[in-house]
């Protein structure tokens, strides 16, 4: 709660932020956004996700390197595994690591 401009510096500080959007999702939009994890995840941690995708605002980042080289990979190990425990154990400078409460509220999705 009320993490957002930490969570931002800690990505600024290795990549370039190119847009920011603010939203509140409704049902309908998290559960499309979530839908590659449907099936995979237990339906209550999934049904658990949309809720907590459809609890308040979320804020939309668009990220690009510095370099002009794919931001996946380095963004996907900044972020951390899932589950914010493991993040703390295996990556503990990981946004999920700093600021993960669950694995359905780790911060960033």
Do not use: M, W
Request: hydrophobic share 40%; net charge negative.
């Amino acid at each position: 709660a009320g993490l957002a401009g930490l969570v931002l510096d800690v990505i600024s500080d290795s990549f370039d932020v190119t847009a920011l959007r603010q939203l509140t999702l409704s049902k309908p939009e998290a559960t499309e956004f979530l839908e590659v994890y449907k099936g995979v995840l237990p339906l209550g941690e999934f049904n658990a996700a949309v809720d907590e995708f459809t609890s308040g605002p979320c804020i939309a980042v668009e990220v690009a390197s510095r370099d002009g080289s794919s931001v996946l990979e380095p963004f996907r190990d900044l972020c951390g595994p899932p589950d914010p425990e493991l993040a703390r154990v295996l990556r503990p400078k990981s946004l999920r690591a700093q600021f993960g409460l669950s694995k359905t509220r780790n911060a960033v999705h």
